[in-house]
């Protein structure tokens, strides 16, 4: 099962391990749900998530520093004893020694942020819905084109990185290219990146490797982007019917979303770039409530109602 190791999260979130004899690279974590334990800390354990990383605020900080010692060490004992991944106190939140110590001898790490205890866990459950979706490697091009994440796909030597660097010329941003790791975050949103041994770099055939980052600055690469465009470059068939009004529109699915997707044939003297930007303003343009295609159907249609009554007079 796909796991982020405490040590990554504890990086990522730059906290602080108050038990450090405590291995925390091999301890995984494998769901992006937390757990704030209220319930548990009074003996309530029925339906308890084990799996969750448990995160103590003030309302169970302070519920803690009343009880006796001896209910403290019979509810750590209780507590620790369901192997959880790892407790988090947030807030800068001091727990007591007796915790540390059983905390240390079963082996649960327990970590410590100055973060308010809200904002540290929407942080964290974001990230860790970032880094447990499900992910699959796909052959193509990502782009950041005037906001939106333009993916161009096609056959290898068909165009698409010397078009994303034409677009990359003409002020936009690259966030992978040749491999697009794309992960769902939601039933709406999928999210893209480039596989860290490839990232900012583009393969130009007859060039070779090029380094976008160090050779246009940091200004035209992204390290991650939402997909919302799907560009499929093919070569140009006299005998296939392409799309010219784009009355209704089409889709290519990834992880079970459903994402918008345009075949673009290719010709001598194409510009691939202009294309991609008019393709990328056209989609965001619908977003906002605008379809070009549905007003001149409806000019059309106007327009021959009109020609229809003046020729009843």
């Not at 103590?56 to 900080?61: A, D, K, L, N, S």
């Not at 106190?89 to 059983?102: G, M, N, T, Y």
């Not at 990359?168 to 290219?177: K, M, Q, T």
């Not at 990232?199 to 991650?224: M, N, S, W």
Request: hydrophobic share 35%.
């Amino acid at each position: 099962m796909k796991g982020v190791s405490i040590k990554k999260i504890v990086e990522k979130m730059k906290m602080k391990v108050l038990n450090p004899e405590v291995d925390t690279k091999g301890r995984k974590v494998t769901t992006a749900e937390v757990n704030r334990p209220a319930l548990q800390l009074t003996g309530y354990f029925d339906y308890f998530d084990n799996n969750r990383i448990e995160i103590i605020g003030m309302v169970e900080y302070t519920y803690m520093q009343k009880l006796s010692d001896s209910e403290k060490s019979v509810l750590y004992q209780d507590f620790f004893s369901r192997n959880v991944p790892c407790v988090i106190f947030s807030r800068d939140l001091k727990p007591d020694e007796e915790l540390l110590r059983i905390a240390t001898q079963n082996n649960t790490p327990v970590l410590s942020t100055d973060y308010g205890t809200s904002a540290f866990m929407a942080e964290l459950i974001y990230y860790l819905g970032e880094e447990l979706a499900p992910c699959i490697s796909i052959h193509g091009v990502l782009v950041d084109v005037y906001g939106e994440g333009l993916l161009i796909m096609g056959e290898s030597g068909i165009g698409k990185s010397e078009a994303a660097l034409e677009l990359i010329r003409r002020g936009h941003r690259l966030v992978s290219d040749d491999v697009v790791e794309i992960r769902r975050i939601n039933e709406h949103t999928l999210v893209g990146t480039a596989p860290d041994i490839t990232r900012y770099f583009i393969e130009l055939r007859g060039i070779g490797i090029i380094d976008v980052k160090t050779l246009f600055g940091v200004e035209c690469v992204k390290e991650k982007q939402n997909i919302d465009l799907v560009i499929k470059l093919e070569d140009w068939k006299k005998e296939n019917e392409y799309d010219r009004l784009g009355l209704e529109e089409e889709y290519t699915e990834f992880l079970g979303n459903k994402i918008v997707c345009h075949s673009l044939p290719i010709r001598p003297g194409r510009n691939l770039a202009v294309i991609c930007e008019s393709a990328a303003v056209n989609h965001r343009q619908k977003k906002m409530g605008y379809n070009a295609a549905q007003e001149l159907y409806r000019r059309v249609q106007e327009n021959l109602q009109k020609s229809s009554e003046d020729e009843e007079e």
